[in-house]
């Protein structure tokens, strides 16, 4: 006869290997999903405890995923990973094993990227009008909703009375593998009532298991719109010291040789019938700048882009509405801006157009038959006179 010998702990013949999930395998830090930003570093500590007189084996394995560096000894292993990027994400698995017994535990690592990068659009506003804002976070991921979130705050509550017009998601551009996202949420505000606020903030909200992380950046409100006197006015940096006319640098982001960050600027030509402008960035080769607002619809100017530098024609008698035009630098997401007051105004509406149309057509008309008529008139007299009298 043959004794089979069963393991207390499981009831199961010693000789086989059971794989359980948990048990006295134990991993630090305890959350099921553990959060690094990225360049970060992170520690998983993974320890089992045997009572059997052999020693417990324990060890990292990475599910399709760059493990990182592991160190293991008598019942623990240690994985370690250091200047985390976006592919470092996924699951990692401890398994461990005391005897027969197999134990295993799962942990995700989730990396993201939430730098201190807020642009606004424009960069002020003005008391009394109805506005359109737009808040921008970028070089961001996760990028969707759930984890990232853009509001508008006064003082620290929401600002009540908006109206969300929608949110944008594009990716930014990039020098390496990592995938960073450009998230723009544009709201139209009402009139701000009395008394004017001197600001009011973007926050960008990320939120991640175990982690909440804000930015701000505050819109400056003007109390009264900026003088037509001269029509055009310069960039709000000297109007405002707050320093929100540029937004802050990015590290690492190409700058000029000076200890000032790169930062684009906007020029004005006069030409005729208009006005020409131009933003350019002398911050050395790889970067480039684009017109991303202009009174009314961007589209309707006539742009000209060529890496450094961006052209827009100001037309007076397009009649465009007053307002800011904002040009970006990418890579980096500074931003400068101009207050812009049309001189002269022409307008040549279709309707207008149609109504003048139609009045000179009238007028036409009316000649048209007073002279048939007078001719008419004339020779009916003629062919009067020429009839012989009675005899």
């Known amino acids: 006869m043959f004794a089979v010998t069963e393991n207390p702990q499981t009831g199961l013949p010693a000789s086989c290997t059971v794989l359980l999930q948990g048990g006295p395998l134990e991993v630090e830090p305890r959350e099921r999903v553990v959060v690094v930003a990225v360049g970060g570093s992170v520690q998983l500590t993974c320890r089992l405890d045997c009572a059997s007189p052999r020693a417990a084996s324990v060890q990292w394995r990475g599910l399709d995923t760059s493990l990182g560096a592991v160190q293991s000894g008598a019942g623990s292993s240690v994985l370690s990973v250091h200047n985390a990027s976006l592919s470092t994400a996924g699951t990692r698995v401890c398994v461990g094993s005391c005897g027969n017994l197999t134990f295993q535990q799962t942990v995700k690592l989730l990396v993201f990227a939430f730098p201190d990068q807020l642009t606004v659009s424009p960069v002020a506003l003005v008391a009394g009008l109805d506005q359109e804002v737009a808040c921008t976070a970028h070089n961001v991921t996760p990028a969707d909703p759930d984890a990232l979130s853009l509001s508008l705050l006064l003082g620290d509550r929401e600002l009540e009375g908006v109206q969300a017009l929608g949110r944008d998601e594009e990716e930014e551009p990039q020098e390496g593998e990592d995938v960073l996202f450009r998230v723009t949420e544009r709201w139209l505000l009402p009139p701000l ?52 006319t540029h937004s802050p640098p990015s590290p690492g982001k190409p700058g000029n040789s000076s200890t000032e960050p790169c930062l684009p600027e906007i020029h004005r030509s006069p030409v005729p019938g208009g006005l020409e402008l131009l933003c350019e960035a002398a911050c ?50 500074q931003m400068a801006s101009l207050y812009v007051v049309p001189e002269i105004c022409f307008p040549l509406t279709s309707e207008a157009l149609w109504t003048g149309s139609l009045v000179l057509g009238l007028l036409f008309l009316v000649f048209l038959t007073y002279r048939l008529w007078k001719c008419c008139w004339a020779r009916q007299q003629l062919g009067s006179s020429a009839l012989p009298g009675p005899n």
């Open 193 to 244: 009532g009395t008394p004017v606020p001197s600001a009011l903030h973007c926050q960008a909200t990320m939120r991640l298991p175990g982690l909440q992380l804000s930015h701000r950046q505050p819109i400056p409100v003007l109390h009264n719109r900026p003088s037509p006197e001269p029509p055009v006015m310069t960039s709000l940096e000297a109007t405002l010291d707050q320093g929100s």
């Open 284 to 333: 050395g080769p790889g970067v480039a700048v684009r017109w991303t607002q202009a009174p009314g619809d961007l589209a309707a100017y006539a742009r000209r882009e060529a890496g450094a530098q961006a052209w827009l024609s100001v037309l007076w008698a397009a009649c465009n509405p007053e307002g800011w035009f904002q040009c970006r630098l990418d890579p980096g997401g």
